[in-house]
């Protein structure tokens, strides 16, 4: 399995807009999702209300990403880990 490298919360809080790039978290994965954003069926603002940040809580209101594509959708992305 592929190694990837660590990051501190800190650290992804500091990508929170596209000048300095998109992360968010899912679990213990960092994902840069900046390169996402224009092609997020729910807008890219919804993203930039999660950059920087974990996407749990936006997820557990919007519950349509619990399925299997969003999850691979996701991972094409993953940058490292926490
Ligand atoms: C829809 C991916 C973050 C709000 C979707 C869909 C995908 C997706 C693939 C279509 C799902 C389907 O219809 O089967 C992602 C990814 C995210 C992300 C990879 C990671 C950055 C967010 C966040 C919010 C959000 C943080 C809210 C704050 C929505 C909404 C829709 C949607 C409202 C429904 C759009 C519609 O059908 O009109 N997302 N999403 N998403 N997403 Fe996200």
Same mark, same amino acid.
């Given at each position: 399995?592929?190694?990837?490298?660590?990051?501190?919360?800190?650290?992804?809080?500091?990508?929170?807009?596209?000048?300095?790039?998109?992360?968010?978290?899912?679990?213990?994965?960092?994902?840069? $999702?900046?390169?996402? +954003?224009?092609?997020?069926?729910? !807008?890219?603002?919804?993203?930039?209300?999660?950059?920087?940040?974990?996407?749990?809580?936006?997820?557990?209101?919007?519950?349509?990403?619990?399925?299997?594509? $969003?999850?691979?959708? +996701?991972?094409?992305?993953?940058? !490292?880990?926490?």
């Amino acid at each position: 399995t592929a190694s990837f490298p660590r990051f501190t919360r800190e650290e992804v809080g500091r990508h929170h807009n596209e000048a300095n790039r998109v992360w968010v978290t899912y679990g213990n994965e960092v994902f840069d $999702v900046t390169d996402f +954003l224009e092609l997020h069926p729910g !807008g890219k603002s919804k993203i930039l209300l999660a950059a920087g940040g974990a996407l749990e809580p936006f997820w557990a209101l919007y519950a349509m990403h619990k399925q299997d594509h $969003v999850q691979e959708i +996701l991972q094409e992305y993953k940058i !490292g880990e926490l």
